[in-house]
């Protein structure tokens, strides 16, 4: 595998597990990067990974190195060790940043203080300023940073993008998206950190519909506004579980973004 760039994906949870890691392990199948590593907050969700027999199946005899240990406690906790992981890096791989939205940044700053490739999950950072200084520190360094917004390979997606760009759906001038997730994700680890100091529901799923348009229509998002209503998880922590956002392009249309846990 020497000469391929090698891989750290931090944060093992849901979406590395569903679609980060069999992206990873199918590059490395095909022969395009070289080692994969995985960092989380604890063991727990690296076992998940290394046991799950859907990956063990579809990517017989391929594997990663988990940091921390399998072998560790669940209850020891590691919030620093992708700095020591990402130090101990080649120059020029690749960082998968699949941390909870509010510890993108500092994944980030590591792995370009580190000199790595950056491949970072939605939404990039949470504050405008803060992706400015992220590019021009990328830029500085000759690194590549991209958000990872899949459903732009979405076939009904690139279908749209074709028509649009075809003139067959004319000008964009208001659009509506709705995805209101299940109720039950209330339960999951959404509760834990999707508070109302780090996140909410428009910056955590809306923000898909503001790529999407942009890629369809190749407008650009000029002003944004959200009304968000807080109530309680399960575990009584708070969230602003119900957003509407309006979002004002440049040609002046005009996207209304519902999202909910409801
Ligand atoms: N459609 C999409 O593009 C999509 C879908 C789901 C989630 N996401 C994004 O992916 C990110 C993660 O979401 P998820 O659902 O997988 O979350 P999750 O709660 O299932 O997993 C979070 C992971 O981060 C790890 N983590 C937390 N702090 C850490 C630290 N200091 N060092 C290393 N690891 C740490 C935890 O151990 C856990 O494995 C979020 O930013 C979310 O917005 C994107």
Not at 41 to 47: A, E, N, Q, V
Not at 72 to 100: C, L, Q
Not at 140 to 165: P, Q, T
């Amino acid at each position: 595998m020497s000469g391929k760039p090698q891989v750290c994906i931090v944060g093992g949870g849901m979406i590395t597990q569903v679609q980060i890691l069999p992206s990873i392990y199918h590059l490395q199948r095909m022969g395009v990067v070289g080692q994969i590593s995985i960092c989380a907050l604890d063991s727990g969700p690296l076992k998940t990974l290394a046991h799950d027999p859907m990956l063990k199946k579809a990517f017989v005899g391929q594997s990663f190195t988990a940091y921390p240990s399998i072998d560790t406690d669940p209850k020891d906790k590691f919030p620093d060790k992708f700095k020591e992981v990402i130090a101990g890096m080649d120059k020029y791989g690749i960082v998968v940043v699949a941390v909870p939205d509010q510890f993108h940044l500092p994944v980030i700053e590591a792995a370009l203080e580190n000199d790595q490739h950056i491949c970072c999950v939605k939404p990039l950072v949470l504050q405008y300023e803060d992706a400015e200084k992220v590019a021009k520190r990328a830029y500085e360094k000759g690194l590549v940073v991209g958000v990872e917004y899949h459903k732009r390979f979405d076939d009904r997606n690139l279908i749209a993008r074709r028509k649009y760009r075809d003139g067959q759906f004319g000008k964009f001038r208001l659009g509506q998206a709705i995805l209101h997730e299940c109720w039950y994700y209330r339960d999951s680890n959404f509760q834990n950190w999707c508070t109302c100091e780090n996140s909410d529901m428009f910056s955590y799923i809306g923000c898909h519909y503001i790529d999407m348009v942009h890629f369809i229509t190749g407008l650009l998002p000029k002003r944004v506004s959200v009304y968000g209503i807080v109530e309680e998880y399960p575990n009584g922590k708070e969230g602003f579980l119900w957003t509407d956002g309006r979002v004002i392009w440049e040609n002046g249309a005009c996207l209304n973004g519902q999202n909910a846990l409801g």
